[in-house]
């Protein structure tokens, strides 16, 4: 047998090796929109964060709402998370920094939408969105 055919043999038989790890969590679409006393909120992120801290089962995501309030969740696995218990977490969107005075004022811009602080972190927030496969997913939130 030439030196040629069995390299050849090897690359075909090595080609089908690999790294397999495991296969990547389903996720489900997760859609919603975001008012505040009925007007939609532009700008904010919408965050998912599974219940439970590190140890929790889930995939985290994240939307950013519209002109219509309007948001979709996307994670690092698709578009949308996969199955579980999540925490909603509510991030409003910043002001413009006035650049010609920017050192003259204390601190960042402020937020230009107030969120109950409660909802504005993992750790305080109260607001808990399951995620199932043979649902719509649809978490509207009316501040």
């Not at 532009?42 to 519209?66: E, I, Q």
């Not at 920017?102 to 993992?122: C, H, N």
Request: hydrophobic share 35%; charged share 20%; aromatic share 4%.
């Amino acid at each position: 047998m030439s030196i040629r055919v069995l390299a050849v043999g090897m690359m075909v038989a090595l080609a089908g090796c690999g790294p397999s790890g495991p296969a990547a969590p389903a996720v489900f679409p997760v859609k919603g929109i975001v008012k505040k006393g009925g007007q939609p909120l532009k700008g904010v992120t919408v965050g998912l964060y599974p219940a439970g801290g590190g140890s929790a089962k889930g995939t985290p995501g994240s939307g950013v709402t519209d002109d219509a309030g309007a948001f979709e969740i996307r994670s690092t696995a698709g578009n949308g998370v996969s199955v579980g218990t999540y925490k909603l977490v509510l991030t409003a969107p910043r002001g413009e920094i006035d650049y010609a005075s920017y050192g003259k004022k204390q601190g960042p811009p402020k937020a230009t939408i107030e969120i109950p602080k409660k909802l504005t972190a993992e750790s305080s927030s109260d607001r808990i969105v399951e995620v199932q496969s043979g649902s719509d997913n649809v978490v509207n939130v009316d501040l």
